[in-house]
């Protein structure tokens, strides 16, 4: 299984020189594809103290577009990048406002329609 990690947040001067370091938010993805377009994910959402797994699945190209947006967002500054998957497991948002503020909001939920659900933002 691939992992791929999202970080948001800032690092640490100290932990610069530590790739495996992060102080922030950080979801990793390891994922597996299926023959019909999805592939499940195991997602690990950690926020300061708080850390939770959930399995999540998503469409083929749902996180390539997401990944562009984001893209565009830093290179510019400003607009929104939004993950917002068929099946939302995971929903992430970010909004720039041109000067270098990013705001991030996002849920988590373990089920769908029912169970527990983590809600953030910054």
């Not at 791929?4 to 100290?14: A, K, S």
């Not at 992060?22 to 990793?28: D, L, V």
């Not at 699945?57 to 400003?78: D, N, P, Q, V, Y």
């Not at 497991?89 to 000067?99: A, H, P, V």
Request: hydrophobic share 35%; aromatic share 10%; net charge positive.
């Amino acid at each position: 299984m691939r992992f791929r990690t999202l970080r948001l947040g800032r690092e640490n001067d100290r932990e610069k020189r530590r790739a495996d370091r992060w102080q922030g938010r950080r979801i990793r993805f390891g994922s597996q594809t299926n023959s019909e377009g999805w592939f499940d994910a195991e997602v690990e959402v950690q926020c300061d103290s708080w850390r939770g797994k959930i399995r999540a699945s998503f469409m083929r190209g749902e996180l390539a577009r997401f990944a562009e947006e984001i893209r565009i967002l830093h290179e510019k500054l400003t607009g929104e990048a939004r993950l917002e998957p068929l099946a939302p497991y995971l929903t992430l948002s970010f909004s720039g406002d041109g000067k270098g503020h990013v705001k991030v909001g996002g849920t988590a939920v373990n089920h769908l329609g029912s169970g527990a659900k983590l809600s953030f933002w910054r």
